[in-house]
């Protein structure tokens, strides 16, 4: 499983390119692709692979980054910050138009990096769009812990966000305040209630059956007493939870 949220920079300075490429290594994410155009971009795009798309609104090719940004938000599901310098107030007004998840001024630093990257993917989470480019630099991430955007999870460790996918979750069980993901690929730790994670997990996929356990319905295999079998674990059944967790599942006692 490739826990690393992959990022797509779209920049036609080579210099600046590979400079945001590497502040992005450093915190953890993955450079997905770089592109000097929107044509570029969108071969890039097509691979399915990216998680978040970084846009300088003034690129090569017949399409600015703004144009670029309209085929993101229609064909492909995923936040985009728009890379830009207090420009015309006609760019601005069309960049805000494309209601962005997280605006980063030239010039910038590692730390406006990094709080653009996690402000475009809570607010996508949120189903937010970013403030006016003038407020960029003073809004700051809610460091919310645990974020459900479309297939997966992307849950906050150190400096970054790591991406897990729903279909590779097996269970995820509680240790004080910690949270322990039981996944197809080993298991991960995150220093977060379980509760936290049942708020974003889809509840038609997910089912809470303890107070130290969630399972996903996909991988129960089948119940004795009062243990479920997931992915050949044996995982309790607290009678709080026993009847709701029969009911959706149409079993009769």
Known sequence: M???VRILIVEDEFMISEDIAMRIEDFGYTVEGTAASGE???EILKKGKTDLALLDVNIDGDM???ELSKIISSQYNIPFIFLTSLA???IVERAKECNPSAYLLKPFNDRQVQIAIELALENFADNKVASTVEEASENKPSSTPVLSMNDSLFLKKDTHYERVKYSDIYYLSAESSYTLV???NGNFMYSCVLKKFEEKLPSNLFIRVHRSYIVNANYITGFEGNNLH????RIPVSKSYREELFK???VFK
């Open 40 to 42: 570029q971009a969108l």
């Open 2 to 4: 490739n826990k690393e």
């Open 248 to 250: 959706t599942f149409k």
């Open 88 to 90: 015309s107030k006609s």
């Open 230 to 233: 997931v992915a050949d674990r």
């Open 182 to 184: 039981y996944t197809k």
């Open 64 to 66: 600015d980054g703004i």
